[in-house]
Nanobody
């Protein structure tokens, strides 16, 4: 079992930056990948980026070059650095940990609003 807590959202102007944090606890060794998803009003939840243990870090085309996922060596802290934010980045952002059994553990979500 893995417990996820995400935080760091807020209101930011277009072109600004924000960093989201995700803390994992519990059976950390079972985590195969950790990622960030977002869901805008009236839209489906979509993948923002994912870091795979022993593998690569991949991003949605819409955020490539602007967003960066980083993590600590123990896989219990994951960050999403968001630069050059646009109004269309406004959404609730969720941290997800997926274990080797393909079970997903979600954070409660944190609101990001990009507006002048």
């Amino acid at each position: 079992q893995v417990h996820i807590v995400d935080s760091g959202g807020g209101l930011v102007q277009p072109g600004g930056s924000l960093t989201l944090s995700c803390t994992a606890s519990g059976n950390i060794a079972s985590i195969h990948a950790m990622g960030w998803y977002r869901q805008a009003p009236g839209k489906q939840r979509e993948l923002v980026g994912v870091a795979i243990r022993g593998g690569s870090t991949d991003y949605a085309d819409s955020v490539k070059g602007r967003f960066t996922i980083s993590r600590d060596n123990d896989w219990n802290l994951v960050y999403l650095q968001m630069n050059n934010l646009k109004p269309e980045d406004t959404a609730i952002y969720y941290c997800d940990a997926r274990d080797y059994g393909h079970v997903d553990y979600w954070g409660q979500g944190t609101q990001v609003t990009v507006s002048s």
